[in-house]
């Protein structure tokens, strides 16, 4: 919980900016329980030639009623590949944004280290090995942005789980 808490408090006002990828993330897991719905109804209408009757349980599907089994497999297939590819825009988008909101954030943490580094007492510069420092901050920023994005993935994955 402590590595968590540390992790806001790196992010600072930033860790707002997590709330509308989780949207984000949502969205994509309604995609993809849309779709994985779909491969149930389009391996009923293949194989059970008795589908169509068994629409009449549920009067909201009545519509279905008007279209022969072919014409239902194909328009189940077309929503099917509608909905992957939607779910395969949202993939993009999330990992664009988890990746862009990562490398903004290295590079803020990036930024504020280098600051510090240069600012300290002339006294700790002349002792400090400055090359040592500048290569600390890029290890620590680079770490930094990879457990950073590696939570936002599994953030993401645990939504699209907790959604199925």
Known sequence: MNYFKNIKYLLGSSFNKIYPLTVLFLLASLVDLLGLSLIGAYVATIFDPSFSEKINNYP???FLLNYDEAEL??????????????????????????????????ARIQKLLVYGALNQKYENFLSSKSGDNLASISNFSGTYREVLQAILQTLSNIIVIVAI
């Open 60 to 62: 909201s599907f009545h």
């Open 73 to 106: 497999i194909l328009g189940i297939g077309i929503a099917l590949a509608i909905a992957f590819t939607l779910k395969f825009i949202f993939l993009l988008f999330s990992n664009y944004f988890i990746i862009s909101f990562s490398t903004i954030e290295q």
